[in-house]
T-cell receptor, first 112, second 116 residues
Framework: GENVEQHPSTLSVQEGDSAVIKCTYS??????FPWYKQELGKRPQLIIDIRSNVGEKKDQRIAVTLNKTAKHFSLHITETQPEDSAVYFCAASMRGTDKLIFGTGTRLQVFP | NAGVTQTPKFQVLKTGQSMTLQCAQD?????MYWYRQDPGMGLRLIYYSASEGTTDKGEVPNGYNVSRLNKREFSLRLESAAPSQTSVYFCASSELFTSGSGNTIYFGEGSWLTVV
């Protein structure tokens, strides 16, 4: 079946450094790729998304890139801050539906 | 506008007991979901409903049943709870993007369920 692999599972960076989280997906028909941030004890919330007709999207310090040929997409956070510390999930849509398959998450810790 | 609300927030069950998790959304979305979240496993889809009166199995449906009561409400029932169902459960909703692809999923605050 469809699956999404996410790496790394944990990531520690110094404040001000960049962080990159990578995901691969299996379903070539997937066409929607969101990223969610989940703080401890809270619900996941969308931070950025990209559709298959776009290669890159940026929103202030965060950006997402998509390589449809390789079935890879990545989240880039620049100038990290302690409040960026959270678990980040990537996801990919299942063919022809609005169902999402999620990656297993990356715990990002930003040290002051 | 409360978004997605789910109850209860916390529940402890004994093995074999039954319970229903309630969920309602006020965003007029057609699609609703139930996910479970376990450490290291991410968010896994239990059941999905594309519209009122329709439901579909997700990745991990065994041991669960759902009811799409109307457009607003989507409940999840555990008929005979097992320790393996100890998890955090999230209800969510979304609207299908105009091109037929996925769209933003909005999550409820979660329900922490422990089965002893």
């Amino acid at each position: 079946g469809e699956n999404v692999e996410q790496h790394p599972s944990t990531l520690s960076v110094q404040e001000g450094d960049s962080a990159v989280i990578k995901c691969t997906y299996s379903d070539s028909a997937s066409n929607y790729f969101p990223w969610y941030k989940q703080e401890l004890g809270k619900r996941p919330q969308l931070i950025i998304d990209i559709r298959s007709n776009v290669g890159e999207k940026k929103d202030q310090r965060i950006a997402v890139t998509l390589n449809k040929t390789a079935k890879h997409f990545s989240l880039h956070i620049t100038e990290t801050q302690p409040e960026d510390s959270a678990v980040y999930f990537c996801a990919a849509s299942m063919r022809g539906t609005d169902k999402l398959i999620f990656g297993t998450g990356t715990r990002l810790q930003v040290f002051p | 506008n409360a978004g997605v609300t789910q109850t209860p927030k916390f529940q402890v069950l004994k093995t074999g007991q039954s319970m229903t998790l309630q969920c309602a959304q006020d965003m007029n979305h057609n699609s609703m979901y139930w996910y479970r979240q376990d450490p290291g496993m991410g968010l896994r889809l239990i059941y999905y409903s594309a519209s009122e009166g329709t439901t579909d199995k997700g990745e991990v449906p065994n041991g669960y049943n759902v009811s799409r009561l109307n457009k607003r409400e989507f409940s999840l029932r555990l008929e005979s709870a097992a320790p393996s169902q100890t998890s955090v459960y999230f209800c969510a909703s979304s609207e299908l993007f105009t091109s037929g692809s996925g769209n933003t999923i909005y999550f409820g605050e979660g329900s922490w369920l422990t089965v002893v």
